[in-house]
């Protein structure tokens, strides 16, 4: 089987049998096609590809690109391997030994509660549209969803009465998620109000629309989410995930326990939700730094002043009395 086969093999596997994004597919395909042309210049085939030939393929791009796109690139190629070795196509793992980069230590950002607040009070107005924005991130904040969860989103996952949505995370895998009282009120406002203006005429399942009256894109969403962001002051402070990932770390700081925690989330694996334990603890030390009186404050010429005879004597008279 050649090469162009082989990929498109395996890319059928990730979308029927494992549900993969759409995104996801895309970026495997053009990770397998680069990695198709530089074997290629090798005279080297996917299938005959040996443990030297991808390294040096990892070691050529690793100055050109992130960290992340490194360890996708490699995570892209375990999985297109092991997928051969399943189909019998090799006896071999030649990524077995690969190692990637390590991540980097960079946490994520996320917003303070009086930033929260102010991002959820940016969307001014009755309007539908300010409806519609202002039930968007309410359900953002409250339920920790992707951005790409919100825009899929239909009108049936929302269960009011029972104050439970169904999210569909990667994979297409599905979760239910308690939606709080503040997020339900926007949500009925919108629908009551902001959703049929929007809509009119079209028979729309999705949940949030734009103004044409047709399902918002990921792209669309995050558009929202950063023109909120500039009115609220936040300007370079929000990315994609900026609303999830201060959902789990205000949850933590209130005492969500770390499985609920990647339940919420939709993890398949704690250790990626045990990112969140070091954002909490890193939040604490600020909070610590920025109230103890004594903790970060360089000392006074007061503080440096060694105590006079008298200080002195007045402490050993009151020791010599007690």
Known sequence: MDDQRLILDFLAYLELERG???NTLQA???DLLQLHGFL????VSLAAAKHGDLAAFLDGIAPLVAAST?????ACMRSFYRHLRREELLDHDPTAELRGPRRSGILPKV???DEVLRLLAAPKGTEPLALRDRALLELMYACGLRISEVAGLRLTDID???RMLRARGKGQKERLVPVGRQALGALAAYEARGRPAL???LAESHLFVNSRGHGLTRQGLYKIIQGHAQSAGLYGKMAPHTLRHTFATHLLAGGCDLRSLQELLGHADLSTTQIYTHLSAERLKETYFRAHPRALRASTAEDRRPAS???RRGGTDRARAS
């Open 20 to 22: 993969l994004s759409r």
């Open 28 to 30: 495997y395909r053009s």
């Open 40 to 43: 290629e210049q090798r005279q």
């Open 70 to 74: 490194l360890q996708r690139k490699l």
């Open 111 to 113: 917003l303070s509660r």
């Open 160 to 162: 009011a009465q029972a």
């Open 199 to 201: 809509v009119g005429m």
């Open 309 to 311: 005879p008298r200080r």
